[in-house]
């Protein structure tokens, strides 16, 4: 079982920054690739990035150049760092995390205002 606990989300002016994280606690032996997902309000649940345990990383097309992500495996972590948020980003961010099976966080609320 994986615990994923995500934070760092709040409102933001478009053009601004913020860095979301996310740690897994639970009873596992390792972590594979871990990654954020978006849901907007009315729509589908949505592919941000993903990163592997050997550090390779892949972003959806709208995000690409302006998120990054990146984590630590000492501390089971995952993070998203946002830059030059549009108000289109604005979404409940989910962190995903593979280890046997798929787990889910709760997520965590980014609201970009224009």
């Known amino acids: 079982q994986v615990q994923l606990v995500e934070s760092g989300g709040g409102l933001v002016q478009s053009g601004g920054s913020l860095r979301l994280s996310c740690a897994a606690s639970?009873?596992?032996?390792?972590?594979?690739?871990m990654g954020w997902y978006r849901q907007a309000p009315g729509k589908q649940r949505e592919y941000v990035a993903v990163v592997t345990s050997e550090g390779n990383t892949n972003y959806a097309d709208s995000v690409k150049g302006r998120f990054t992500i990146s984590r630590d495996n000492t501390k089971n972590m995952v993070f998203l760092q946002m830059d030059s948020l549009k108000p289109e980003d604005t979404a409940v961010y989910y962190c995903k995390a593979i280890s046997g099976m798929a787990y889910w966080g709760k997520g965590t609320l980014v609201t970009v205002s224009s």
């Open positions: 639970g009873n596992f032996f390792r972590i594979g690739t």
